[in-house]
DNA sequence: AAACGCCGCAACCGCCGAGGT
DNA sequence: AACCTCGGCGGTTGCGGCGTT
């Protein structure tokens, strides 16, 4: 455990505590409080640095450290706080009772980060990120988990699709197509490498099928053409158009063909600090609900769409890792209790990325 | 059973700001 | 103003445990 001494500079020692050590300082402390932290190895018979026995005691020795796994609440509350003030794990400790900045700041890394990486979140920017999403599972689950002919819009929209510039690019591709021949559109569909992995996507999985109650899809499907028809897949972009495009006016195949997120269509997008789009933007591709919820108000997607005017995101801090990013927040917390497994965690993890915060944090502290 | 690789976490390192001289 | 000391913080390291092959 620990770090092996590096050097024995001024014949102080280094490295893992002995217990033997851990008793002189508990002992020293308990007597005489820290004090001076630099003459405090000295009075108490250690050779240490006093950094060496002030994080030892910070860190490990003192008595009213929690040890052991971190509960839901603490994780949300870490998660919470990180959304706000970054890597300020001596803030987030502050906030926890208990539990010291160098375990939060181990857990974030070893759990919590991982955890946020493969629910495509950036674990700085606490942002969706690109290179994680999936292209196949979001096409494959909004085509297959449909209740109704159309494309399941919200969750195109509510999980990946905003940030997910391959799916833009062939939801451009296909309106594009509509609106210049729609008979190129069953051709698009052959010859693009999708049709192919999709396909394969569906035929591994002979389950998801169901795409429709009530028309004539059936499974499993040999081709997505077929499996797709034209008239379909108009009703779908004339779906798809009718709440992502109503508010632009120069989208079109140019942007697609270089595989970049229209800038219109990212500022309207991403938007803004305001909007709580994260409610949005963090729902779990492997949520076992497929259906995202857009929010409904003013926070919902069709506000955040139209929200043209602002063109203050900045796609670069999407890609790019600033320290932190300051996210809406909300009022009432969703707690779960204490138990579950490392999964049951993973998929809460997702729910409460909304970022709900608990009522008793006071958000003004860090303002 | 042995070898290997991954992971968790205690501990170190270097930097910074506050306070004192 | 310049320098020094100290405490605190965030980033990083690497040992040891554990799972896998």
């Not at 050779?47 to 860190?59: E, F, I, V």
């Not at 857990?107 to 606490?126: A, E, F, M, Q, S």
Request: with cysteine; proline share 6%; aromatic share 6%.
């Amino acid at each position: 455990m620990g770090r092996a001494p590096c050097c024995d500079k001024n014949g102080l020692k280094k490295g893992p505590w002995t217990p033997e050590e851990d008793h002189k300082l508990i002992t020293y402390i308990q007597l005489h409080s820290p004090g001076n932290w630099r003459n405090l190895p000295k009075n108490a018979g250690l050779q240490r640095c006093g950094k060496s026995c002030r994080l030892r005691w910070t860190n490990y020795l003192r008595p009213d450290i929690k040890r052991g796994r971190f509960s839901f609440e603490e994780e949300e509350t870490i998660i919470q706080l990180h959304s706000i003030l970054g890597n300020k794990w001596s803030a987030i400790a502050a906030r926890l009772p208990g539990r010291t900045d160098n375990e939060i700041k181990n857990y974030w890394n070893t759990h919590v980060r991982k955890r946020l990486l493969r629910n495509g979140i950036d674990p700085v920017t606490h942002a969706p990120r690109l290179d994680l999403l999936d292209l196949s599972s979001i096409l494959r689950s909004t085509l297959c988990n449909q209740s109704s002919s159309l494309l399941n819009v919200s969750n195109l929209l509510g999980t990946q699709a905003l940030l997910n510039p391959e799916l833009l690019r062939i939801v451009s591709t296909l309106l594009s197509l509509k609106q210049e021949n729609p008979e190129t559109l069953l051709q698009y569909l052959q010859q693009n490498q999708l049709c192919n992995s999709i396909n394969t996507e569906l035929q591994n999985n002979q389950n998801i099928m169901q795409l429709n109650d009530h028309h004539q899809f059936q499974t499993p499907v040999s081709d997505v053409s077929s499996l797709l028809n034209q008239t379909q897949f108009m009703q779908a972009a004339n779906n798809v158009e009718g709440v992502l495009f109503s508010d632009m006016t120069d989208f079109n195949c140019q942007n697609s063909q270089e595989n970049v997120i229209p800038s219109n269509l990212m500022n309207q997008a991403f938007v803004s600090q305001q909007a709580p789009i994260n409610q949005v933007l963090y729902s779990s591709p492997s949520s076992s609900n497929p259906t995202v919820t857009v929010p409904s108000q003013s926070s919902s997607l069709q506000s955040v769409l139209n929200n043209g005017n602002q063109n203050n995101f900045n796609f670069d801090s999407v890609m790019s890792t600033p320290l932190s990013s300051p996210t809406p927040l909300n009022s009432s917390s969703t707690y779960l209790n204490n138990s579950g497994t490392e999964d049951e965690r993973e998929s809460y993890c997702s729910s409460f990325l909304k970022f709900e915060i608990p009522e008793s944090l006071d958000i003004s502290d860090f303002m």
